[in-house]
């Protein structure tokens, strides 16, 4: 018999997920009760340094490719606008990462930007409304 209470519980990992789990003894023989998954990489700076970097340079201030995170636009965007931007691209200018980054990385590498590249900048004030 396998070691696990319930097959279904291995179905939701793939090689390489960290989990956390309970072992259940009885006698000489061990049973997994529990697997809970643990996080892939969350860290925003991670992340944007494996992508985004590239072309928003390591600080945000642009590099040929892409626009600057620190002025202009970007730092007029709400969290939803950069996640919406993040996540579908912007046709011919920015890659859709939605199928590269999981949701999660996608939101901490917003607040990154936001929390970190852009936190000392004020929005500009400009003479037209949204």
């Known amino acids: 018999t396998e070691p696990v209470v319930d097959r279904a519980m291995l179905d939701i990992l793939k090689p390489g997920d ?15 009760t529990r697997f809970t998954k643990i996080g892939e990489v969350v860290n925003g700076g991670e992340i944007y340094k494996m ?3 590239e072309c928003h ?5 642009g590099a040929k490719k892409g626009i ?5 636009h970007a730092i007029d965007h709400t969290e939803t606008e950069h996640i919406k931007q993040v996540s579908e691209g912007d046709r011919g200018k920015m890659p859709a990462f ?6 999660e990385q996608i939101a901490a590498v917003v ?11 004020k929005p500009e004030k400009r003479g037209h409304h949204h």
């Open 18 to 32: 960290k989990v956390e789990f309970d072992l259940l003894r009885e006698g000489s023989k061990l049973t997994f």
């Open 51 to 53: 992508n985004c970097a």
């Open 57 to 61: 340079g390591a600080n945000g201030e």
């Open 68 to 72: 600057p995170l620190t002025k202009g």
């Open 98 to 103: 939605r199928d590269k980054l999981t949701p």
């Open 111 to 121: 607040k990154y930007v936001r929390e970190v590249i852009q936190k000392d900048i």
